[in-house]
């Protein structure tokens, strides 16, 4: 049955009569995007199979859709955020969906993918028992890797997802595996504070704006010093002076980052 729309792709909820389990489909519509390679991304989705990454099972096409047979899922992040409100009044769920995506991210970029497209609507909460989440660690998931490349392979091409996408690649400068970062950034943004750092509607031309005033990109702080150093890390305009994977890593798994006297609820283990 249906289940939602993207731009460019439906999807619908399924059952895979050979294995009888639940399963989403992705129809992506061949006009609307031409460059899509729905092998390669079940190439690189196999290549980073873990219980991080959401699974592929199958790809086919038809005369005018790309059909990705995917793992099931309840719900994405955006759509949470939506029925929920911002999770900045409970960042025990904030801190798990937080660390869950990180390993995903470690798990990718050691792997030498570079995902290009992170955002709260590739982000998956699926084998919930609950509205809550509580078992996060087995609900989390990291998927839409319908942009992904090698590192190795990396180019230069624009990517039109503005609201996610590193300040590099929308000037159209040549941009390596740290726009996976700033991404990242945004969407723990939208997630803490139900916005962008933009603002609640942010225009693209906005957006443009922004990011083109390095010393005028203000945005909300949260008051956790650990966090806003996150932030801070992440949502670098310049890339040279953002955060490098092994130095987000480094502070992420850090349990002892946080000051507790300070943090008491974020330096909780969720």
């Known amino acids: 049955y249906y ?40 190439e690189i ?21 790309f059909i990705v047979e995917q793992e099931s899922y309840e719900t994405n992040l955006y759509e949470y955020i939506k029925e929920n409100g911002p999770a900045q009044d409970n960042l025990s769920f904030f ?35 609950n509205e809550d989440y509580d078992d996060l660690k087995n609900s989390v998931k990291l998927g839409g890797f319908n942009f992904a490349i090698y590192i190795r392979d990396n180019k230069s091409e624009p990517l039109d997802t503005i609201f996610y996408t590193a300040p590099e690649i929308i000037n159209g400068e040549e ?18 504070f139900g916005k962008f750092p933009y603002g609640f509607k942010p225009s693209k031309y906005m957006v ?29 305009i310049n890339p040279k002076k953002r955060l490098t994977h092994e130095q987000f890593f480094d502070l992420v798994f850090n349990y002892d980052f946080m000051d507790e006297q300070e943090n008491p609820e974020f330096k909780k283990k969720y």
Not at 8 to 17: F, G, N
Not at 46 to 59: F, G, N, R, T, V
Request: hydrophobic share 35%; charged share 30%.
């Open 3 to 42: 289940f939602e729309k993207i731009i460019y792709m439906d999807i619908y909820k399924a059952v895979d009569k050979k294995s009888d389990q639940q399963v989403t489909l992705k129809f992506i519509n061949k006009d609307k995007f031409k460059n899509y390679d729905m092998r390669k991304e079940k």
């Open 45 to 65: 989705v196999d290549l980073c199979q873990s219980e991080k990454i959401l699974k592929i099972y199958d790809c086919f096409e038809t005369e005018k859709n």
């Open 95 to 129: 801190k798990g969906v937080f660390l869950e995506v990180a390993k995903a991210l470690k798990f990718i970029y050691d792997k030498g993918i570079m995902h290009r497209c992170i955002r709260t609507n590739h982000i998956f909460l699926v084998n919930s028992d």
């Open 175 to 192: 941009y390596n595996e740290k726009c996976d970062l700033w991404s990242f950034g945004i969407t723990l943004y939208q997630l803490y």
């Open 208 to 236: 443009v704006k922004l990011i083109g005033d390095e010393e005028g990109f203000n945005y909300e702080k949260t008051n956790l010093p650990a966090l806003d150093d996150i932030f801070n890390g992440l949502l670098q």
